[in-house]
Structure formats: structure tokens, C-alpha cells
């Protein structure tokens, strides 16, 4: 079975700074696929960044980049120059064969 | 651009009542997913299907039923609601790239059920 892992029911962060958000995951496959969404107070799910079992280096787009580690079963969020509008929940979730397990989400809130 | 639609925003039913959600996507997607999302549990897999009248059970499917007749068209149904399904409902399809370490999630915008 596949369990993930966010220990950070919130948190917040000063504006311009950057800010990590944790995601330890379990699985006992060899192939799966990391996300993290953005879930703002409106409520859609907004796919932020991936990151593959496989993939050697560290997943990055835009402000977002993906701390991956392997061997400790880690895939933190790094959201560099945080912006007001980063304030919403972050999921992170960990898919294989069609199937996907959510974390329980943190809460971010970035100060002015 | 991937369309996931819900038939509802927001909905309020009474106790006892049957409850439909209905979730339409239009990217011609294998996978279909209900979600429920309720403070610091995250989502939680009620039921997922990977084809026409094919459906798995998810982590919590005490209470609901799907119906999946056409590819594009994936329902819940509360039988009979009850105050503890009071929650926010994401319905989610993906394509059927099973083994496939990418294959994102396209989610709806949620229903936010109140049962009385």
C-alpha cells in the first residue's frame, strides 16, 4: 500500500521569502510518479510540479522545484519568492498503475 | 484545454435523501475518480473506474455507489444520505497509462455537499 506523509498541517511564510513544505512517502514499488497541487480557498486542484521515480534530477518549474530524495522517501516543495497568492493548501500525492494517495495537505499562509 | 465538470457547486439535501453527483469530462479519459476532501484528511478514494461499467473501490466506499455507462460521464450516489457525508466531493480522470510513472489528475472544481 501507498501512504503519504505532509507533517505540516500549517504554516507561514514572509512575502518574497522561500518556504519548503514537507512530503515523506511509503511505497514498496520501484516505479511511481510524485505530485504536489495547489488547492486555493476556491477550492480546484491546481497541478504544480512532478517529479518520476526514475528521474535523476530534481524536478523544477517555474518558482517550484521539487527537493527529491530518494533513499529517504522525501519530495518537499521548495516555492522560492513566496507571493500573496501562494496562500492556499498544498497536496502532495504519489501515483502508480492508475491509482493516486493524497497527503493530508498543509496550509500555507504568506505574510505581507 | 481538459474540461472536468461537476453538476453542482454547492448542494444541500436532508437526511434519507438519494444524493446524485454527477462529474462529466471531455479529454476522452480511461480513468475516473470520486474524491472526498474533508479538513486534514486530504482526499480519500471513494471509488475509481478504469473504463465503461468497470469501477474499483476506493479507501471509503461505505455509503456510495458510481455508475459509469458512458466513457465521458462518471456519477456518485448516496443512497441514502447522512450528516457525516457532509463534505467536499472532487470528482478527478486521468488517462489509462497504467505502469506509467506520468499521468496526471485533472480535477473538477468540487461539489460541496450539506447534508440536514
Known amino acids: 500500500a501507498q501512504k503519504i506523509t505532509q507533517t505540516q498541517p500549517g504554516m507561514f511564510v514572509q512575502e518574497k521569502e522561500a518556504v519548503t513544505l514537507d512530503c515523506t512517502y511509503d511505497?514498496?514499488?520501484?516505479?511511481?510518479?510524485l505530485f504536489w497541487y495547489k488547492q486555493p480557498s476556491s477550492g480546484e486542484m491546481i497541478f504544480l510540479i512532478y517529479?518520476?521515480?526514475?528521474?535523476?534530477q530534481n524536478a523544477t518549474e517555474g518558482r517550484y522545484s521539487l527537493n527529491f530524495q530518494k533513499a529517504r522517501k522525501s519530495a518537499n516543495l521548495v516555492i522560492s519568492a513566496s507571493q500573496l497568492g501562494d496562500s492556499a493548501m498544498y497536496f502532495c500525492?504519489?501515483?502508480?498503475?492508475?491509482?493516486?494517495?493524497f497527503g493530508s495537505g498543509t496550509k500555507l499562509n504568506v505574510k505581507p | 484545454d481538459v474540461k472536468v465538470t461537476q453538476s453542482s457547486r454547492y448542494l444541500v439535501k436532508r437526511t434519507g435523501e438519494k444524493v446524485f453527483l454527477e462529474c462529466v469530462q471531455d479529454?476522452?479519459?480511461?480513468?475516473m475518480f470520486w474524491y472526498r476532501q474533508d479538513p486534514g484528511l486530504g482526499l480519500r478514494l471513494i471509488y475509481f473506474?478504469?473504463?465503461?461499467?468497470?469501477?474499483e473501490k476506493g479507501d471509503i466506499p461505505e455509503g456510495y455507489s458510481v455508475s459509469r455507462e458512458k466513457k465521458e460521464r462518471f456519477s456518485l450516489i448516496l443512497e441514502s444520505a447522512s450528516t457525516n457525508q457532509t463534505s467536499m466531493y472532487l470528482c478527478?480522470?486521468?488517462?489509462?497509462?497504467?505502469?506509467?510513472?506520468?499521468?496526471?489528475?485533472?480535477f473538477g472544481p468540487g461539489t460541496r455537499l450539506t447534508v440536514l
Open positions: 511505497t514498496s514499488d520501484q516505479s511511481y510518479g
Open positions: 473506474s478504469y473504463d465503461v461499467k468497470m469501477k
Open positions: 479529454m476522452d479519459h480511461e480513468n
Open positions: 478527478a480522470s486521468s488517462p489509462g497509462l497504467a505502469g506509467v510513472e506520468y499521468n496526471e489528475q485533472f
Open positions: 517529479q518520476g521515480s526514475y528521474d535523476e
Open positions: 500525492a504519489i501515483h502508480n498503475f492508475n491509482k493516486y494517495y
